[in-house]
């Protein structure tokens, strides 16, 4: 189902400060796009200038009076994370919306972030956890809504709690699980957390189905040189109306991050949630546990801290 055929109503955003990661393309070039289009003045924080600055013009392109700009951050790096939140702090313009979407799938061969964590845990998770974390004042000012996006693959696997950098053994799908897993537990966790203390901050999840993104597509950067067969099947498959496209994959993150009253969990609606608009949906049996969230949390504090006291080698 082509994703032109749905939509969801973005509200007006005039006056609201909002910051999307992994902006630079696809999906999160998409979601940039339509909140600026809706009034918010939009932060694109990236690692890569170039394609910011790229995807800053293909924004304007479409909204010539878009109120957008580029930060620099690369969440692999704790130290990146921590120079983009003092900025933002700096700045003290209260944040109205977050939309935690960067992300990084299945390098072939196990990498570490500039702080020795396997790369999907540190840059899904860790990173941005530190990023919310160093962000709370102004996202409580801002009586914020954090959206971050999962995957299906949160329906799948464990936390690796006894190799949670997966040292003794790596499994690049396995580890994809883990960092998302981890990452919704998190999401939970800052809606509950935010409830009981009165920080004024919802937090809620969405997951984009399954489309032609460059998640699986080629990747030096990670030493993937060419697309994988995967990614090469689910453009055939989304051509032929089967899977999502790159359009459709934005709505649920956009739904959840903009619509009034937002539940906890937001994905397509057709073909086992793999594509279609999107909706409201159960919680996957992995993120139901309290107690494996605390868990999250407070190891995710530890992790963090100690990560930053390092001060980070490079990789």
Do not use: C
């Amino acid at each position: 189902m082509s994703g032109k055929k749905f939509d969801v109503e973005v509200p007006d955003l005039t006056g609201r400060r909002a910051v999307v990661t992994g902006a630079s393309d696809g999906v999160g070039l998409g979601i940039a796009g339509r909140l600026a289009a809706a009034g918010a003045e939009v932060l694109m924080p990236v690692r890569n200038q170039r394609k910011g600055e790229a995807a800053v013009a293909e924004i304007r392109r479409r909204t010539p009076d878009a109120n957008v700009s580029l930060r620099s951050l690369d969440l692999s790096s704790l130290r990146s994370v921590a120079a983009l939140t003092e900025t933002l702090l700096a700045e003290g313009e209260p944040v109205h919306i977050l939309i935690n979407n960067a992300g990084v799938m299945t390098p072939p061969e196990r990498q570490t972030t500039a702080d020795g964590f396997e790369l999907q845990f540190g840059t899904n998770h860790l990173g941005h956890f530190a990023l919310v974390m160093g962000l709370l004042p102004v996202l409580k000012a801002g009586r914020a809504r954090v959206t971050s996006q999962i995957s299906i693959a949160a329906n799948q696997g464990a936390i690796n709690w006894d190799d949670l950098n997966w040292e003794r053994s790596y499994s690049g799908g396995k580890a994809y699980s883990q960092s998302k897993i981890a990452f919704g537990l998190f999401g939970l966790e800052l809606a509950r957390r935010s409830e009981a203390g009165g920080w004024g901050i919802t937090s809620n999840l969405s997951h984009p189905g399954v489309a032609p993104t460059s998640l699986l597509a080629a990747r030096p950067e990670i030493g993937r040189d060419g697309d994988t067969f995967g990614v090469r099947m689910i453009r055939v498959l989304s051509s032929a109306g089967v899977l999502g496209t790159v359009e459709s994959a934005q709505l649920p993150a956009l739904l959840a991050a903009t619509t009034p009253d937002a539940a906890e969990f937001y994905g397509p609606s057709r073909v086992s949630h793999l594509s279609g608009p999107p909706a409201e949906q159960a919680l996957y049996s992995r993120l139901r546990s309290t107690e494996e969230a605390r868990r999250v949390w407070e190891v995710s504090e530890e992790l963090v801290a100690s990560g930053l006291r390092a001060g980070g080698t490079g990789r």
